[in-house]
């Protein structure tokens, strides 16, 4: 079955980059999310991946897709204290699948930031 | 452009009692899905309707079940509570059409 694993912690100092990587099994992988979860709040949508890329640039924000190796990585540069949360990998599968319309979710990396 | 909405914020029931959650898609939308999120875990699929029918369901009990309206707007129901459905509760609205899901707030429930 699929499978979605993140490291689940990571500590930067501030205005340093941030590293957050995603490892996944299902080689049918349509699309892949970053999301990011502050204390007692819901999922925000950061960025996300069409599975023919394999990098894609927003502002802050670079993903990087490695499909050979299933291996999709985060990078915030210039980390601020207002991006301390936990950001969740999440990979949604081909549209003809029978997990095609749900989102597979790691466990979520939190992310500390030190000033 | 107002997001996806969710009610109530919390909530407290006792074990065998049922509850119903609500979800409002955002603007345009016309999917919704719903997932539960345990502490200290990623969320977990639960359904998604569209055309006001379930159009994928996870690997959950028949306790939990979900209408959409005409107005694509969505309850999730969880008959005879167990103290294991304590979480946070996250719809999510999308189109059908593709793109990715918008995430509510969330219900916070707590079985005691």
């Known amino acids: 079955g699929e499978d979605v694993e993140q490291s689940l912690f990571l500590s930067v100092r501030e205005g340093d980059s941030s590293v957050i990587n995603c490892t996944y099994t299902?080689?049918?992988?349509?699309?892949l999310y970053w999301y990011k979860q502050e204390p007692g709040a819901g999922l925000q949508l950061l960025t996300y991946?069409?599975?023919?890329?394999d990098m894609k640039q927003d502002q802050r924000l670079t993903v990087l897709l490695n499909k050979k190796d299933k291996h999709l990585s985060l990078r915030i540069a210039d980390t601020q204290t207002g991006d301390s949360a936990i950001y969740f990998c999440a990979e949604k599968g081909e549209d003809s699948g029978a997990g095609s319309y749900q989102l597979t979710f790691g466990k979520g990396t939190k992310l500390s930031v030190i000033p | 452009d107002a997001g996806v909405t969710q009610s109530p914020t919390h909530l407290i029931k006792t074990r065998g009692q049922q509850v119903t959650l609500r979800c409002s898609p955002k603007s345009g939308h016309d999917t919704v899905s719903w997932y539960q999120q345990a502490l200290g875990q990623g969320p977990q699929f639960i359904f998604q309707?569209?055309?006001?029918?379930?159009?994928q369901r996870g690997n959950f009990p028949d306790r939990f079940s979900g209408h959409q309206f005409p107005n694509y707007s969505s309850e999730l129901n969880v008959n005879a509570l167990l103290l294991g459905d304590s979480a946070l509760y996250l719809c999510?609205?999308?189109?059908?059409?593709?793109?990715?899901?918008?995430f509510g707030p969330g219900t916070r429930l707590t079985v005691t």
């Open positions: 991946i069409f599975s023919n890329m």
């Open positions: 299902d080689s049918s992988s349509t699309y």
């Open positions: 309707y569209y055309e006001e029918e379930e159009r």
């Open positions: 999510a609205s999308s189109l059908a059409a593709g793109g990715p899901q918008y």
